[in-house]
């Protein structure tokens, strides 16, 4: 079975046998899921739990923060078109279920009011950082209740020049 990076991945093609195609500009979806991935990645990593976490901050570029700094409400709109474009929803379910994939976009688990406790604690932010891209870099700060602090920073989105596919992923 692919992981979710994997499967991503063979949205991307090939120009030519041996060669991966690069993507060179970076999209909204492709944001949100280079956010998820990192936290997936930190409470892995660190063993993080839902009730672990105090607050989560994602500091975005300015076009990611006007369109990202409204917390997340499944009542407005299709909830699953919601989630899947909306950064604390998917940071949310990373945490939960550490993963955020085609189950995590199903209402059982946009509605699991564990979801809205974690959106609550969760907030987009303007990074001060200069944008290499439209959208990135992004920093995600993790706080627990023992006043640990998981720092991470986007800086590339995978399948990009700065971060190719490897086999395996295509």
């Not at 975005?60 to 407005?76: A, I, L, N, T, Y």
């Not at 379910?93 to 009011?113: K, N, S």
């Not at 992004?138 to 998981?150: A, D, S």
């Amino acid at each position: 079975a692919l992981d979710r990076a994997q499967q991503r991945a063979a949205h991307m093609s090939a120009d030519r046998i041996g060669e991966h195609h690069m993507r060179h500009d970076s999209s909204a979806e492709e944001a949100v899921d280079a956010v998820a991935g990192a936290v997936e990645e930190l409470v892995r990593q660190h063993d993080i739990q839902f009730g672990d976490v105090v607050s989560v901050e994602v500091a975005v570029q300015e076009s990611c923060h006007k369109r990202e700094s409204k917390s997340f409400d499944p009542s407005e709109g299709t909830p699953q078109v919601k989630a899947q474009f909306s950064i604390d929803y998917c940071v949310a379910a990373a945490i939960l279920w550490r993963d955020v994939f085609i189950r995590q976009m199903q209402e059982e688990c946009i509605l699991d009011p564990r979801v809205r406790t974690l959106t609550s604690r969760i907030k987009v932010v303007r990074n001060k950082d200069s944008g290499l891209t439209q959208y990135l870099p992004v920093r995600i700060t993790i706080k627990t209740v023992r006043g640990e602090l998981f720092e991470t920073n986007v800086t590339s989105l995978k399948g990009s020049p700065d971060n190719p596919l490897s086999w395996d992923e295509v």
